[in-house]
Nanobody, 130 residues
Framework: QVQLVESGGGLVQAGDSLRLSCAAS????????MGWFRQSPGKEREFVAA????????YYADSVKGRFTISRDNAKNTVYLQLNSLKPEDTAVYSCAAREVATYSVRHVVYTGRSDYEHWGQGTQVTVSS
C-alpha cells in the first residue's frame, strides 16, 4: 500500500508559478511510477504529467507541455510538479498517483491513464486568477 499526500497548492495570478509536492510512504518509492492528474468542476479528471519508476522518462499533456515539469527525489520519497506560466484554465484540484512497478525491465515506462494507477492522494487546490 502507498499513501500519498500532496501540498503546495494555492491562489496565484496568471503568469505566476507554483511547485506541488507529493510525499509517498508505505512502499519503496523507487519501485513506483508516478503521475499527476487534475480535475476542474464539472470535468473529468485529466492527465497532466507522468514520470517513470527510474525517473528517466517523463511525459506531459499537450496543454501543459513546456510550462510544467515533473521530477522525483527518491531520497525524499517525493515527486514534484513545477507549474510555470500559469493560466486561469489551469485552475483545478491536482492529485498525484502511484503505480507499483515490480518489474525492473519496465522501469522507464510512463503511464498516462487513470486506470493505470492504484494509489491516489487527496489532492491540492490550485486557483489561478486572471
Amino acid at each position: 500500500q502507498v499513501q500519498l499526500v500532496e501540498s503546495g497548492g494555492g491562489l496565484v495570478q496568471a503568469g505566476d508559478s507554483l511547485r506541488l509536492s507529493c510525499a509517498a510512504s508505505g512502499r519503496t518509492f523507487s519501485s513506483v511510477a508516478m503521475g499527476w492528474f487534475r480535475q476542474s468542476p464539472g470535468k473529468e479528471r485529466e492527465f497532466v504529467a507522468a514520470i517513470s519508476r527510474s525517473g528517466g522518462s517523463t511525459y506531459y499533456a499537450d496543454s501543459v507541455k513546456g510550462r510544467f515539469t515533473i521530477s522525483r527525489d527518491n531520497a525524499k520519497n517525493t515527486v514534484y510538479l513545477q507549474l510555470n506560466s500559469l493560466k486561469p484554465e489551469d485552475t483545478a484540484v491536482y492529485s498525484c498517483a502511484a503505480r507499483e512497478v515490480a518489474t525492473y525491465s519496465v522501469r522507464h515506462v510512463v503511464y498516462t491513464g487513470r486506470s493505470d494507477y492504484e494509489h491516489w492522494g487527496q489532492g491540492t487546490q490550485v486557483t489561478v486568477s486572471s
